[in-house]
């Protein structure tokens, strides 16, 4: 496996007017323009959004109905065995043999994509212990946990040392342990081994969490494509966060003509003046309180489905 840096700022999927009408009139996906950048990146939105119609056309699994998709400036439709050459797919749903072990499924799908035997083999094993089932390898994969068989789909598809991994819904079925597990997983993947990912997912924190850039869809529709980091950016608005004494607090704070609003155990200030921060430090020790937290409230992911929402109800 290769432990190089992914190439930042190269194109790896680049979509124009994408559209997917399936029968009885149902688009799943319509007049999706976007430009991918290697890297590590989320495709998130609601289920039935289209993200699962987006991961099958960039295989070639389906055919677009108009518009068109390039994955490292291939055609899927017209090149689908040099596109899944550079492409591993984790699909969603439990698709694995019961009665094999994981070296053996591992090795054959390492053949189907075209090593020889004894590269497949070799593979298989590089690819199992880097999930972290490599002691476990020879066990049939109908005694492995629900974690363990999530891993064996990601190991299936690094097999054969792909440019491009599209996870769909990685974290499918885990417990929070093994939600972070296989997440630290992603992430050492995409910043070690210079593979980008694309992680498709309905779960927006755990995309905030680890990718460095997004798609977000909504009903079909490009809802936003950017770096997390610009969508994430710190906002003008503090939070503060105490133990106890929170009323007092907001009471205090009110009474230096701050604007105070409460979001949970969190006091929310705007930052409307250079003393903001001086006037809630001399409160909070006015009042002699414990003080957890006092920094810049930082924008969520979730906040881009929120807004839209908003909008379309005004």
Same mark, same amino acid.
């Given at each position: 496996?290769?432990l190089?840096?992914?190439?930042?700022?190269v194109?790896?999927?680049?979509?124009?007017?994408l559209?997917?009408?399936?029968?009885?009139?149902?688009?799943?996906?319509s007049?999706?323009?976007?430009?991918?950048?290697?890297? !590590?990146i989320?495709?998130?939105?609601?289920?039935?959004?289209?993200?699962?119609?987006?991961i099958?056309?960039?295989?070639?699994?389906?055919?677009p109905?108009?518009?068109?998709?390039?994955?490292?400036?291939?055609?899927?439709?017209?090149?689908?065995?040099?596109?899944?050459?550079?492409?591993?797919?984790?699909? @969603?749903?439990?698709c694995?043999?019961?009665?094999?072990?994981?070296?053996?499924?591992?090795?054959h799908?390492?053949?189907?994509?075209?090593?020889?035997?004894?590269?497949?083999?070799?593979?298989?094993? #590089?690819?199992?212990?880097?999930?972290?089932?490599?002691? #476990?390898?020879?066990?049939?994969?109908?005694?492995?946990?629900?974690?363990?068989?999530?891993? !064996?789909?990601?190991?299936?598809?690094?097999?054969?040392?792909?440019?491009?991994?599209?996870?769909?819904?990685?974290?499918?079925?885990?417990?929070?342990?093994?939600?972070?597990a296989?997440?630290?997983?992603?992430?050492?993947?995409?910043?070690?081994?210079?593979?980008?990912?694309?992680?498709?997912?309905?779960?927006?924190?755990?995309? #905030?969490? &680890?990718?460095?850039?997004?798609?977000? &869809?909504?009903?079909?529709?490009?809802?936003?494509?950017?770096?997390?980091?610009?969508?994430?950016?710190?906002?003008?608005?503090?939070v503060? #966060?105490?133990?106890?004494?929170?009323?007092?607090?907001?009471?205090a704070?009110?009474?230096?003509n701050?604007?105070?609003?409460?979001?949970?155990?969190?006091?929310?200030?705007?930052?409307?003046?250079?003393?903001?921060?001086?006037?809630i430090?001399?409160? !909070?020790?006015?009042?002699?309180?414990?003080?957890?937290?006092?920094?810049q409230?930082?924008?969520?992911?979730? @906040?881009?489905?929120?807004?839209?929402?908003?909008?379309?109800?005004?």
């Amino acid at each position: 496996m290769r432990l190089v840096p992914t190439l930042s700022g190269v194109t790896i999927i680049a979509t124009q007017a994408l559209t997917k009408t399936y029968g009885g009139g149902v688009t799943a996906l319509s007049d999706l323009t976007v430009d991918v950048d290697a890297g !590590v990146i989320g495709l998130v939105g609601a289920n039935g959004a289209g993200k699962s119609t987006f991961i099958k056309i960039m295989l070639g699994l389906i055919a677009p109905s108009s518009g068109g998709v390039r994955v490292f400036d291939l055609d899927p439709v017209a090149e689908t065995d040099k596109v899944r050459a550079r492409v591993g797919y984790m699909p @969603e749903n439990d698709c694995l043999p019961p009665d094999v072990s994981a070296a053996e499924f591992v090795t054959h799908m390492g053949r189907l994509s075209g090593l020889p035997k004894t590269a497949a083999r070799e593979r298989a094993s #590089e690819a199992l212990r880097h999930v972290g089932l490599y002691e #476990e390898r020879y066990r049939q994969i109908g005694g492995y946990s629900t974690g363990m068989k999530q891993r !064996v789909k990601l190991a299936q598809a690094l097999v054969h040392d792909p440019d491009l991994l599209l996870l769909d819904e990685p974290t499918n079925g885990l417990d929070p342990a093994g939600r972070d597990a296989m997440l630290n997983l992603v992430q050492r993947i995409g910043n070690e081994f210079g593979i980008s990912v694309v992680v498709c997912s309905h779960l927006l924190g755990e995309v #905030e969490r &680890i990718c460095d850039s997004l798609i977000a &869809i909504e009903g079909g529709h490009l809802l936003r494509a950017d770096r997390i980091s610009a969508m994430t950016a710190a906002s003008d608005v503090l939070v503060v #966060e105490v133990s106890e004494g929170q009323d007092e607090l907001a009471a205090a704070l009110s009474e230096k003509n701050l604007r105070v609003s409460k979001d949970g155990r969190l006091l929310l200030v705007p930052l409307d003046s250079e003393t903001a921060y001086d006037q809630i430090l001399q409160a !909070v020790a006015d009042l002699d309180l414990p003080l957890h937290r006092l920094d810049q409230r930082r924008h969520r992911v979730a @906040e881009l489905f929120t807004t839209k929402k908003e909008t379309a109800d005004v």
